[in-house]
């Protein structure tokens, strides 16, 4: 069983940051994609970001692309995700996923494993 416990919760002012990891455990997942997906009230579960086992192969949602990093460690198996520049818009819960299929997804039905969610807020 593949676990994927995420850290970082906040609550933070809009402009400010967050950093969110996640420590993938259990099965090896080798040089599976990592991602983060999120989700808000009432809205479908959304991706947010994906980093392919090669640290050069990385996407962003348009929403975060240049206000987001997403970092990932093989040795430790850790992906993270640094957000700055954070907007109320970007409240929600969020969840570190894992894929075993070659390639990064922007599918959250693609995502095998997820983490059990940690929740960001953002106030105005």
């Known amino acids: 069983q593949v676990r994927l416990p995420e850290s970082g919760a906040g609550l933070v002012h809009s402009a400010g940051s967050l950093r969110l990891s996640c420590a993938a455990s259990?099965?090896?997942?080798?040089?599976?994609?990592l991602g983060w997906l999120r989700q808000a009230p009432g809205k479908a579960r959304e991706f947010v970001a994906a980093t392919a086992w090669s640290a050069g192969r990385i996407n962003y949602a348009d929403s975060v692309r240049g206000r987001f990093i997403i970092s990932r460690d093989n040795a430790e198996n850790t992906v993270s995700l640094q957000m700055n520049s954070l907007k109320p818009g970007d409240t929600a819960v969020y969840y570190c996923?894992?894929?075993?299929?070659?390639?990064?997804?922007?599918?959250?039905?693609?995502?095998?494993?997820w983490g059990q969610g940690t929740q960001v807020t953002v106030s105005s």
């Open positions: 259990g099965r090896p997942l080798g040089s599976v994609p």
């Open positions: 996923a894992a894929r075993t299929k070659v390639g990064i997804s922007i599918r959250a039905y693609e995502y095998e494993y």
